[in-house]
């Protein structure tokens, strides 16, 4: 089974160089597309990984690949890498936001196959997987041309159904808050079992001690909103790098 966890060891720094960031709260400095980071060295390390929040990289540390760049480097261009075949620099960075996004996608498929509630939908899940699985391990040219927005669209209704089944006996009110502005919302100590909190900002949003259960965080942006004491027991599609994004219980002193 493909990894779908990042592996910086078999990965030539992609996150690094492929895409551009401005100077912002997450980064300190603004890189153009393409471009090395100035904290990258010649061995593909981030020379100030252990103080990246620290030094005004916070972006860097909730970034996520989910596995997509190790593919890439290893599966797709061979071992190669963008500094000793720089003729192949502009492929590799291009194909990276594609080969993140199926990676993204296959990580939710994995995710609602865990699901015993949504069990009729396994068949269909296991399929959606496979196929995704094949379409990243195609060519360079396959993946510059691939739709994968409009793919991620035909995938999209099958996990919102999963997800839809495995809220439904979450109990509670469940509600809607998908896409929802939630920006510095106080929801402390909140009943939100079952709640829908898909592609929501919930940045800086207060939900200590709130019960969470089942609750699904597909595309939610937690950046700064407050987990501490919440009730996460099942929650769908909650990441690591989202969960890095937010104040937690692993961040009391």
Known sequence: MTRLAADCERCAALCCVAPAFSKSSDFAIDKPAGRPCRNLSDDFRCTIHEELPKRGFGGCVVFDCFGAGQRITQETFGGRDWRSAPEIAGDMFA????????????????????????????????????????????????????????????????????????????????????GARLIGRRLRGADLRGASFRGALLIGADLSGADLRRADFTGADLRGADLRGANLEGALFLTASQLRSAVTDADRP
Do not use: C, F, I
């Open 95 to 178: 194909v990276l936001p594609v080969m993140r996004q199926l990676h993204e996608l296959m990580w939710y498929l994995t995710e609602a196959l865990r699901l015993d509630e949504a069990r009729k939908l396994h068949p269909k899940l296991r399929a959606a997987l496979t196929e995704t699985d094949e379409l990243a391990a195609g060519a360079p040219a396959e993946l510059r041309g691939l739709d994968v927005d409009a793919y991620r669209g035909r995938v999209n209704p099958l996990l919102r159904r999963a997800s839809e089944l495995a809220r439904a006996r979450a109990g509670g009110r469940r509600p809607d808050h998908s």
